[in-house]
């Protein structure tokens, strides 16, 4: 039976026949420790490169060996000379008469010796994990009752908390209804809200007009633009966009909040012509209630000539 | 030549202040100290339906037209011409003076002010 260790070293000697060499790429496909073992011979190759002239590696792996040979117990039998697998070459005879290069300088590097570079990157955490199931292979078990465990408590805990029972563990999301903003106009506050929805009525923007006003009176209830909203809003929907009966509600809304404001009477009488553009039955109580509230303005003028 | 000439030239002389008189009844004069530039166009733009002019001047004498309007910090009076004198008719309060709610507010004053004035 030919024993790996013999096959490497006919390998790394150079004597490998082909058969040989079937042999050992068997070997070497089968086993990742052997595919290992020949990985740090070779890595082993450039420190002895390193090595000084007159550091012989050999003679230090002898002399160990015979200083552990000399405190062994003398029951113990003594190591053999040469080891059925040695991954060290013996060294090239060199006669000692035979003059040293003196002025040739050693290689330093792995680039110098015509080798890849190494990678010192470090191990990720799963590359660690799998070194400790390595070296300790009675985890694994363990580690997968684990992740069994886990994964169950998970699915455990998704069924509880999305495929209950009769009752669902969270509320039920009402969803409200959403009024359109416009992109533009969410970090605007109410003046300039109130100074886009005017602009926009200058430009004859009636629609985006209407959005702007409503935008701001949604956005800014309290604010003094909300009043001139409600009145912007109201006469566009009574002069412009031809819908009466939204514009007495946007009049009827802003006397309902403002009674006592200056632009009251104004109010009003536009809720009049609103109420009649639209033919409510409220138009001629609207008219009188101008004359009573505010006689002598001239929203009550406008009034009289109208009736 | 010369009589057709003088002729045209009475003609003119009496239809101008005609003319001009009816461009008064269609003007209104901001009275202020310092009535910006953006308040006078946003009030041509909101009263140019009503087919209005506004000008502004600094001092009440020199105030022409049918509606002037002075301007204080926090409120403006409406004014009406009756004959020689001005006759206040209205009054507007602007809490925050005429930013973009006071002359919001004005603009809705002056709108019923002068359609309560036409015939």
Redesign the interface.
């Known amino acids: 039976m030919i024993v790996f260790e013999d096959l490497v070293d006919d390998l790394r000697s150079g004597d490998l026949d082909p058969a040989s060499r079937r042999q050992l790429s068997m070997v070497l496909q089968s086993q990742r420790g052997a595919r290992m073992d020949l990985a740090m011979l070779d890595l082993f190759d450039e420190p002895r490169q390193l090595a000084d002239a007159d550091f012989d590696v050999a003679d230090l792996v002898g002399g160990v060996m015979a200083q552990l040979d000399a405190e062994r117990p003398s029951g113990v039998a003594p190591a053999p000379e040469r080891l059925p697998f040695d991954p060290i070459p013996a060294p090239a005879t060199v006669p000692e008469e035979a003059p040293k290069p003196a002025a040739t300088p050693l290689p330093a590097t792995r680039a110098a010796l015509g080798k890849p570079r190494l990678s010192r990157r470090p191990m990720t955490t799963t590359q660690k994990l799998a070194v400790q199931l390595e070296r300790r292979p009675f985890l694994r078990p363990w580690l997968a009752a684990a992740v069994v465990l886990l994964s169950l408590s998970m699915g455990w805990t998704a069924r509880g908390l999305f495929l209950g029972g009769a009752e669902p563990a969270i509320a039920p999301v009402i969803k409200q209804p959403v009024l359109p903003t416009e992109p533009e106009t969410r970090s605007l506050g109410s003046d300039d809200l109130l100074a886009f929805a005017e602009n926009a009525v200058a430009r004859d923007q009636h629609a985006r007009a209407a959005r702007l006003y409503q935008e701001l009176l949604r956005r800014f209830p309290r604010s003094p633009e909300a009043a001139m909203a409600q009145l912007g809003l109201a006469r566009l929907q009574l002069e412009e966009l031809a819908d009466p009966a939204a514009a007495a509600e946007s009049y009827g809304a802003f006397l309902s909040a403002h009674p006592d404001d200056d632009l009251a009477p104004d109010a009003a009488l536009g809720r009049a012509r609103a109420l009649e553009a639209a033919g409510g039955a409220g138009a001629d109580a609207a008219w009188r209630a101008i004359e009573e509230r505010y006689p002598q303005s001239d929203a009550a003028r406008l009034g009289r000539r109208h009736r | 030549m010369i009589r057709a000439a003088l002729s045209a030239a009475l003609v003119l002389s009496f239809a101008t202040p005609i003319a001009a008189s009816a461009q008064d009844s269609a003007e209104i004069t901001l009275v202020g100290q310092s009535i910006r530039p953006s308040v006078v166009r ?1 009030l041509r ?2 009263l140019e339906e009503l087919g209005v002019a506004i000008r502004t001047t600094r001092h009440a004498r020199d105030a022409r037209g049918a509606l002037v309007v002075r301007v204080a910090r926090r409120s403006a009076s409406i004014a009406s011409r009756e004959g020689s004198e001005l006759v206040e ?5 602007l ?2 003076g005429l ?3 006071g002359r ?2 004005l603009a ?2 002056l ?3 002068v ?3 036409r015939p």
């Open positions: 946003y733009a909101q008719v209205r009054s507007v309060s809490p925050h930013d973009t709610a919001a507010r809705h004053a709108r019923t002010v359609r309560a004035r």
